[in-house]
């Protein structure tokens, strides 16, 4: 019988759960938003990565001619979080790859933590910063179990306004950290005010202030 230590199985927990993850992506919005995601694991292409939709693989010569997922207004989409390599879901108004300007819900993972964030770094096109969704109300967060972290909380960008829980700039402190163990995690756009205000977020979170944070 194979034997493992206790920091072994803890770890093959670990995996099996993030494995089994989603993110799923929530358009509140009254029209399509795009989406692509870039892993250099998933597209077999270790240390290069390319924004790809739903067909993994390769990337082609011309990564901007793959199709994103589309999510109508008024519907979700919900991808696998990958449990290797750190990964960028960009969602984007306008389907537009070859200059992107995209919203990112960013990840990476250690056998002890999941570490995840909002970037509008690339929101007005490649390093310039800015947010497709400004005139949007967009809130990030998880539905999985967060047991007494502090870390792992929700990111809210309010219409209108500079989003202070997102990435403006490389050196800002805009990391969130949650439980190895944490499951999905949904990002919605075009909350409605109401919604925005007084949405009923997991009981974990009742009582806290979103801020943005790093471990």
Not at 134 to 143: G, I, K, L, R, Y
């Amino acid at each position: 019988m194979r034997s493992y230590t206790a920091q072994a199985l803890a770890l093959l927990v670990a995996s099996a759960s993030v494995a089994n993850a989603r993110i799923t992506i929530k358009n509140s919005c009254s029209y399509p938003v795009y989406v692509k995601e870039s892993n250099a694991i998933i597209n077999q292409q270790p240390g290069f990565a390319c924004d790809m939709g739903p067909n993994k693989g390769p990337c082609p010569a011309q990564a901007t001619m793959t199709e994103p997922w589309t999510v109508q207004g008024g519907s979700s989409t919900s991808l696998e979080i990958h449990p290797k390599g750190a990964t960028s879901v960009k969602i984007s108004k306008d389907n537009d790859w070859i200059t992107p300007k995209v919203t990112q819900f960013e990840y990476n993972q250690d056998p002890d933590k999941f570490w995840w964030d909002v970037s509008d770094i690339d929101g007005d096109g490649r390093a310039r910063a800015g947010s497709p969704f400004f005139s949007e109300n967009v809130m990030a967060w998880t539905d999985g179990d967060v047991g007494d972290s502090k870390t792992c909380i929700p990111v809210k960008c309010k219409k209108n306004e500079m989003c202070k829980d997102a990435y403006q700039f490389p050196d800002q402190k805009a990391t969130h950290s949650c439980p190895a163990h944490t499951n999905d995690f949904t990002m919605e756009f075009c909350v409605s005010d109401a919604d925005f205000d007084a949405k009923q977020l997991p009981q974990a979170f009742v009582g806290r202030r979103s801020v943005s944070f790093v471990a």
